[in-house]
């Protein structure tokens, strides 16, 4: 199994609060993804990153941060959390030396829940 | 832009039956990847099998198999001879860029 490891897995917030999830990863990949997965969206992605300092944004990004000063180390913020972004959070990495064909591995998940 | 279409959204059946997991993707480019994710109850995400555009093979692997059909753009999963284990949401997803999944099959296995 890829060594992944997400932090906290359970988080209950409450409304307007700052929230950051983490992202650990021993596997030494260049890209690392975070994605929210909700019922009858399958998974999304909201950002991710291809490298130290590098970051773009996914198909959900609105509302939401990351940073990576790490190599092993791809951190979500949610600066004002809402109740919309109630929501399962995965974090995934591949080894990203071609765009598009890599296999991503995920991450256990950390559940969110906005009161 | 892509997608994927998994029409099916849930399937139960009984241990033992075969069972064909759906996935019609929609892409324009000429060179992409397709996988399946197999999301147990306890909610981790399992890599089972990554295809690319250029390999219309089918594959086996034990008791799963996948048909892989440019022509009419789908990626279909079979299990034979389903276990209670099998019980899990399917994901299929293609990647150009980035990946996009579809929205899952939840497949139940009743002894």
């Known amino acids: 199994d890829a060594g992944i490891t997400q932090s906290p897995r359970h988080k209950v917030t409450e409304t307007g609060t700052p929230v950051t999830l983490r992202c650990h990863q021993t596997e030494n990949h260049r890209y690392m993804y975070w994605y929210r997965q909700d019922p009858g969206h399958g998974l999304r992605l909201i950002h991710y990153s291809y490298g130290v300092k590098d970051t773009d944004k996914g198909e959900v990004s609105d509302g939401y941060s990351v940073s990576r000063s790490k190599t092993e180390d791809f951190l979500l913020t949610l600066e004002s959390a809402t109740s919309s972004q109630t929501s399962v959070y995965f974090c995934?990495?591949?080894?990203?030396?071609?765009?598009?064909?890599?296999?991503?591995?995920f991450g256990p998940g950390t559940r969110l829940t906005v009161l | 832009a892509q997608k994927v279409t998994q029409a099916q959204t849930e399937i139960s059946v009984v241990e033992k039956e075969d069972v064909t997991l759906d996935c019609v993707y929609e892409t324009r480019d000429t060179t992409y990847y397709l996988f399946w994710y197999k999301q147990p109850p306890s909610g981790e995400l399992v890599f089972l099998i990554r295809r690319n555009s250029f390999d219309e093979q089918n594959e086996i692997s034990g008791r799963y198999s996948w048909n892989f059909q440019k022509s009419t753009s789908s990626f279909n999963f079979t299990i034979t001879a389903s276990q209670v284990v099998d019980s899990a949401v399917y994901f299929c997803?293609?990647?150009?860029?980035?990946?996009?999944f579809g929205t899952g099959t939840r497949l139940q296995v009743f002894p």
């Open positions: 997803a293609v990647n150009t860029d980035k990946l996009i």
């Open positions: 995934a990495i591949s080894e990203g030396w071609i765009v598009g064909t890599d296999t991503q591995y």
